[in-house]
């Protein structure tokens, strides 16, 4: 029997590393993750999963921990999703949202090229890197444009990524993921927010919503849709670079109307501006232009933005509805 492909992941215990770990283990892999120390446990999210990976302690910031990492998984595929994702965050905690989402990234690519220069590399890179282009739809032509301090640190492990790609000859890509959801979104983010905040409503636990800007736009998809396009970069003969989206955009708005209406319920009634909530800086609006990922990849989404919405607010339904009993 041929061995099994071994792949480590970074970032296995945030929503895509989860996600990632299913996929993976469903092709029969060896699956390693990195997780770091934290003072509670934060494996909610691969409980399911803890019996059939192989966790390994490490952190973005500990380059000793990496090598060692890397030297154990002896990975055929690496796959960098750890970061400091939330965008509010970089601009309260500017220089560690550096270290982790940027300089980590040459930590990362540093211990694969010393360790394991053959294993292929995947960097998680974003479509906040576009921030504020005046291009639409986005590709991977469009130059880019940062508007937080997350957007400048995820340019920077961009480019580093492709620069290692061409100075020492790594397969090393990045995926352009725009904005991708899922009932294991953190809460912060807003379209959980949103589920969590219309079922509270619903089932009498809250009275209102507090968001922010209503009237930015993104381009929303599900979570295991953008984990297969990972997996699918790693797999093609050369290393290259792809945009993945569904290239349909909607507005914060749009999101907040659907999920009230999935329970049926007004949202105007119950929808509150803070302010607390607007941005330094906003990007206002993207959209994808994946047509390379279509083309090559063979990669669509399979799940439209009114089935995220559904999917977001019934599991959500679902979840509170089980803890109050
Ligand atoms: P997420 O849920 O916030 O997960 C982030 C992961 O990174 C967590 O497992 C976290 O571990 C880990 N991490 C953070 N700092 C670390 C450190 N110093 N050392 C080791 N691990 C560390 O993010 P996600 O939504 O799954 O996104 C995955 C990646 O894709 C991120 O790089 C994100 O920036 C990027 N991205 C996401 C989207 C999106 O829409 N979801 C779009 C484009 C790009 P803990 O559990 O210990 O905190
Ligand atoms: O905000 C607006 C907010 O925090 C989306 C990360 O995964 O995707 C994510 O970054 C929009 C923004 O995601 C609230 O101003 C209004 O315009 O859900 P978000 P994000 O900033 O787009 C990219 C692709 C990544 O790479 C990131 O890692 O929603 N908004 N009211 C709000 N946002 C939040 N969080 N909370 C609000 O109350």
């Known amino acids: 029997m041929p061995a099994k492909k071994r792949a480590l992941i970074t970032g ?32 909610r999210r691969i409980e399911h999963l803890k019996d059939k990976i192989t966790l390994i302690p490490g952190d973005l910031l500990d380059q000793m921990s990496l090598i060692q990492a890397v030297k154990e998984a002896n990975p055929d595929e690496v796959y960098n999703l750890a970061a400091q994702s939330f965008v509010p965050t970089s601009w309260t905690s500017p220089l560690s949202t550096g270290e982790f989402t940027a300089l980590g990234v ?4 540093e211990t694969v090229r010393l360790i394991k220069p053959k294993a292929k590399f995947y960097q998680a890179s974003s479509s906040e890197m576009f921030g504020n282009t005046p ?15 997350y957007g400048v640190a995820k340019v920077y492990g961009h480019f580093i990524t492709l620069n290692y790609r061409e100075s020492y000859n790594l397969f090393a890509v990045s995926g352009i993921c725009f904005n991708h959801e899922s009932p294991r979104r953190g809460l912060e983010f807003v379209t959980r927010k ?37 997996y699918l970069m790693l797999q093609q003969p050369k290393p290259q670079d792809f945009v993945i ?70 599991a959500d339904l679902a979840r509170i509805f089980k803890e109050r009993k």
Not at 106 to 109: H, N, V, W
């Open 245 to 314: 989206g569904t290239g349909v955009a909607h507005s914060v708005k749009d999101f907040v109307k659907a999920a009230f209406d999935t329970v049926g319920l007004d949202w105007k009634k119950y929808v509150k501006i803070d302010k607390k909530f607007i941005r330094p800086a906003e990007v206002d609006h993207l959209v994808a232009d994946a047509s390379k990922a279509k083309k090559i990849l063979k990669w669509k989404p399979e799940v439209s933005f009114e089935q995220l919405v559904k999917i977001m607010v019934e």
């Open 106 to 109: 040459t930590r990362m690519l």
């Open 194 to 230: 949103i589920s969590d905040g219309v079922v509270r409503i619903k089932l009498g636990l809250a009275k209102d919503l507090k968001l922010g800007n209503l009237d930015a736009k993104r381009d929303w998809g599900y979570a295991p849709d953008y984990c297969r396009a990972m």
């Open 135 to 149: 291009h639409t739809p986005q590709n991977e032509q469009t130059p880019f444009s940062p508007r937080s301090p």
């Open 12 to 43: 296995i215990t945030g929503q895509d590393g989860s996600y990632l770990a299913d996929l993976l283990l469903e092709k029969d892999y060896q699956v390693f993750g990195l997780v770091r120390r934290s003072s509670t446990s934060n494996y």
